[in-house]
C-alpha cells in the first residue's frame, strides 16, 4: 500500500496536485466530543476548495471505524457524519483510505469511497528486491558473496513491505553505530548475512495468520481477491 501511495503521489505531482494524509492524530487532539468531527470539516472545506487535492486517510480503522464497536463512538459518530455529508460525486477533490483491518471500517463509509483494493503481502523474491531497491537509494547495497538470500526469505516469511522497511532501517543503524566515521556510505561495506541476523533480532511481521484470514476472507466478499 505504501508504494502504490508513493507511486500516486509521484504521478500525481505532474498534474500539479496536492497530497494530504490524514491520520487518527490529526484530528483528535483532546478528549472532546466533535472536536474529530469539527476538524475533518475545515479540512474538507479546504480540499473543496483547493479542488487539486487527494486526501488520504491512513489507518482508515481507526479513523472510521464502525460505530457501535467501541467506547469512542460518539467521537466516531461526528466524524462518520460529516465524512458521509462531504466525501462523493460532488466533491472537487479525492480520498483514499488505507488500512489493514477494512473489516473494521463503517459500512456507509466503504460504500461512500467507492472501490476497494486488496493488496497481499510480497513473495521472498519480491521482499529481496524491496530491501535491494531500498539501499540502492541511499548508496547501500548486499555483498554478492557474504549475504545467503536463502536464509533472508526464510526468515522474513508474512514480512510486508513496510516490514521490510523497517528491517533495512535497522540493519543500517547498527551498521553507522558502529564507528564514528562520516560520511558512512562512503566508507560502509556491502550488508551481509550477519548484518541481517543482527537486526532480525525482536522483529516480527505487523500481520499474524488470522489477520490474513480475516483479510481475504473481506476481499472475496467486498473487492478484487488476493
Known sequence: ??????????????????????????????????????????LLERANEAGNVLILFDEGELIFGARGSSTNDKHREEVITVALNMIGNESKFMSLVITNMPEQIDFAI????????????????????VLKTNFAADGWELSDTKFDEAYFKKHTDMF????????????????AEKTEMRPIRDWAVPFSTEDFKEAI???????NVDDLIKYAEYSLKYSNPC
Open 201 to 207: 533480532v525482536g522483529l516480527k511481521p505487523t500481520l
Open 110 to 129: 466503504r460504500r461512500r469511497v467507492g472501490n476497494q483494493f486488496c493488496f497481499r503481502l510480497p513473495t521472498p523474491e519480491e521482499r529481496l528486491e
Open 1 to 42: 500500500k505504501t508504494f502504490i501511495f508513493q507511486t500516486m503521489a509521484q504521478e500525481l505531482y505532474k498534474y500539479e496536485k496536492e497530497i494530504w494524509k490524514v491520520q487518527y492524530a490529526d484530528l483528535w487532539k483532546t478528549a472532546y466530543v466533535g472536536e474529530g468531527g469539527q476538524r475533518l470539516k475545515c
Open 160 to 175: 510486508s513491505n513496510d516490514d521490510i522497511l523497517n528491517l533495512a532501517q535497522k540493519m543500517a543503524r547498527f551498521k
